[in-house]
């Protein structure tokens, strides 16, 4: 009896950890490969490789913790980089729902779990305080590139100045606001995740880094990211450390 116990519930443990991954592509044909990542030390790490059937996909795999995950179709660049374009989200147990916007990645729409639902929710918000960026590039690219044809240094300095302004306004508001993020939701793996890209970067360091990972639920310290900014920040306060005298 305690046999069959056991494995009744290793069951219920894999179960859990299974994610699924139900995606549409409009527009994409048949045939077309659709690419997983996860994400390592070294950069991407491939997952899976499935086809586009009549505007869908499907991924089926198991993740025991909360990680980043990312989502590209063949054929869709970015034209900036020459890469696909990839779309980020939550790999975690349960289905999750994408719609990937091949023509403007950032309308793309994920839901289907918690995680991922918080995911598009900041996504969301972040769009609409990037708006003031958007609207100031189309309504003076036109005057930028002919201040650069025809070496108008006032206009292109003018323009550079104002377009500065707006970046730090938004990127102001951007940290408050995820800086906030991690504040108020404890046990979300996108505080992990938002607080492992400050302190690589460098914009959080010391107490401040230390207090906002102590504060962090437990579990999130197993995950990829919780070990890496674990990893982070003792090397931190091990370069801070006075020597000890032989």
Same mark, same amino acid.
């Given at each position: 009896?305690?046999?069959?116990?056991?494995?009744?519930?290793?069951?219920?443990?894999?179960?859990?950890?299974?994610?699924?991954?139900?995606?549409?592509?409009?527009?994409?044909?048949?045939?077309?490969?659709?690419?997983?990542?996860?994400?390592?030390?070294?950069?991407?790490?491939?997952?899976?490789?499935?086809?586009?059937?009549?505007?869908?996909?499907? #991924?089926?795999?198991? +993740?025991?913790?909360? !990680? %980043?995950? &990312?989502? @590209?179709? *063949?054929?869709?660049?970015?034209?900036?980089?020459?890469?696909?374009?990839?779309?980020? #989200?939550?790999?975690? +147990?349960?289905?999750? !729902? %994408?719609? &990937?916007? @091949?023509? *403007?990645?950032?309308?793309?729409?994920?839901?289907?779990?918690?995680?991922?639902?918080? #995911?598009?929710?900041?996504?969301?918000?972040?769009? %609409?305080?990037?708006?003031?960026?958007?609207?100031?590039?189309?309504?003076?690219?036109?005057?930028?590139?002919?201040?650069?044809?025809?070496?108008?240094?006032?206009?292109?300095?003018?323009?550079?100045?104002?377009?500065?302004?707006?970046?730090?306004?938004?990127?102001?508001?951007?940290?408050?606001?995820?800086?906030?993020?991690?504040?108020?939701?404890?046990?979300?793996?996108?505080?992990?995740?938002?607080?492992?890209?400050?302190?690589?970067?460098?914009?959080?360091?010391?107490?401040?880094?230390?207090?906002?990972?102590?504060?962090?639920?437990?579990?999130?310290?197993?995950?990829?990211?919780?070990?890496?900014?674990?990893?982070?920040?003792?090397?931190?306060?091990?370069?801070?450390?006075?020597?000890?005298?032989?």
């Amino acid at each position: 009896m305690k046999q069959v116990v056991l494995l009744f519930s290793a069951l219920i443990l894999i179960s859990c950890n299974k994610f699924k991954v139900e995606g549409t592509a409009k527009g994409i044909k048949d045939g077309t490969k659709v690419f997983l990542e996860g994400f390592g030390e070294m950069g991407p790490i491939a997952m899976d490789t499935v086809e586009i059937n009549e505007g869908k996909f499907e #991924f089926e795999g198991k +993740s025991e913790l909360p !990680e %980043i995950g &990312f989502v @590209s179709i *063949d054929g869709v660049i970015d034209p900036q980089y020459q890469t696909r374009k990839s779309l980020p #989200f939550i790999i975690e +147990s349960g289905t999750i !729902e %994408i719609d &990937f916007d @091949s023509k *403007d990645i950032l309308k793309s729409k994920i839901s289907g779990t918690t995680e991922n639902e918080l #995911f598009q929710k900041y996504t969301d918000e972040s769009i %609409i305080l990037n708006k003031p960026r958007v609207d100031f590039e189309k309504k003076n690219n036109v005057a930028m590139k002919q201040a650069m044809e025809t070496n108008n240094v006032a206009v292109q300095k003018q323009l550079n100045e104002e377009y500065g302004q707006i970046m730090q306004s938004i990127s102001a508001k951007m940290d408050a606001k995820t800086k906030g993020y991690i504040k108020n939701n404890t046990s979300s793996i996108l505080s992990m995740l938002f607080l492992e890209n400050y302190v690589s970067r460098g914009m959080m360091q010391g107490k401040e880094a230390k207090d906002a990972f102590d504060k962090l639920d437990k579990k999130l310290y197993e995950t990829k990211s919780g070990k890496n900014v674990k990893k982070a920040l003792d090397a931190q306060l091990k370069a801070a450390a006075p020597e000890k005298k032989k």
